[in-house]
Structures are given as structure tokens and as C-alpha cells.
């Protein structure tokens, strides 16, 4: 943390310094308010995720942030074809992301509850190491019985052991992560 020294503003005291980190979400394949627009481009086209990225460095954005869909959702009694179809690996889009961009930090929402920490680890030391160590990782854990079923776990767990789950998945995770 930076701190400013107000003494010569005549205040007397350190105080720390206020600073805002900027990051571009990029939606997901749901939000039709988004994509119901032509300009917008495609949601599943990687010239879009390049378009975004770029826009977001130029404005010195300080990442980039995608988030994992691991659930599929029913609609009139069959499965929502654009959660299928619709939504590109997110660690392979921020692994090509990397290769077009230069600064700007690339962060995945990855599910602690359904991944395993030896694939996370070695998904983002992969991708840290192709971009030169500019990975970021959002943590989520799932609630839905929907995606519980996608990895043939019925049902969902309970709040508390998802968080569980999750402390034990950080430790492995950090473990396999830290030289």
C-alpha cells in the first residue's frame, strides 16, 4: 500500500492512497440486452473477446474478466442449447487473449466446488506462464442443483460445505501452486 504524506498539504498526518482497479467483464451468452444488439459482435467469436480485450488496454483497464459457465439450464423441456454451443472455455480464450494483448491482467471465475486443484493449478500456472504473469482467479462455489448434476453429484451442498470444500481446494491448490 502506498502512502501519501499530507504534511505538505498542511494536514499532518500519512494517509493511504486511494487507487481504483478498472476491469472489462465480458457476458456471457444470457445477456440479451448485450447481444440482442448487431454492433455488439458475436458472444461465442473470438474476434469479439480481441475487440473487447484491446479496448480495455488501451483504456488501461487493469483486467480482464471472465466468467465459467458450468451449468445447463432447461427451457420448454430441453436443455438451453446456447449454454452448450454458446459458451467457449474461458482458459482457453484468455490463453489466445494473451498472445494479443500485452498488459492487461487476464482473470477467470473458476468454480472451486466442481474442479479439481490439480486441474486449476495446473490451468492457470498454464496460462500465468503464457502471459507472462498476468492470470487472476475469481473463486466462486457452486449452489445449484443443476450443475451438481453436470458432474453427476445430485443435488447441491449446503453453504457451509461448499466453503469446505473450498478451503480444502485452496490449501491443495496453493500447495501444488507454491514453489
Do not use: C
Request: aromatic share 10%.
Amino acid at each position: 500500500m502506498r502512502l501519501l504524506d499530507a504534511r505538505p498539504l498542511g494536514i499532518g498526518f500519512d494517509k493511504p492512497a486511494k487507487q481504483i482497479h478498472l476491469a472489462a467483464h465480458f457476458p456471457g451468452v444470457n445477456n440479451t440486452t448485450v447481444w440482442s444488439d448487431p454492433r455488439s459482435g458475436s458472444h461465442i467469436e473470438f474476434s469479439s473477446f480481441a475487440r473487447l480485450a484491446r479496448t480495455a488496454e488501451r483504456a488501461k483497464f487493469d483486467f480482464l474478466f471472465l466468467a465459467e459457465g458450468l451449468r445447463l439450464r432447461e427451457q420448454n423441456g430441453r436443455i438451453y442449447d446456447l449454454d452448450v454451443v454458446g459458451r467457449p472455455d474461458t482458459f482457453t480464450v484468455l490463453a489466445a487473449l494473451a498472445a494479443v494483448t500485452d498488459r492487461l491482467g487476464l482473470a477467470d471465475t473458476v468454480n472451486s466446488t466442481f474442479n479439481e486443484p490439480y486441474e486449476v493449478a495446473r490451468q492457470f500456472a498454464s496460462l500465468d506462464h503464457l502471459s507472462g504473469g498476468r492470470a487472476g482467479w475469481n473463486v466462486v462455489t457452486s449452489w445449484d442443483a443443476f450443475t451438481a448434476e453436470n458432474f453427476r453429484r445430485g443435488g447441491f451442498l449446503p453453504q457451509d460445505a461448499r466453503y469446505e470444500v473450498d478451503e480444502r481446494h485452496d490449501g491443495d491448490r496453493r500447495g501444488l501452486l507454491e514453489p
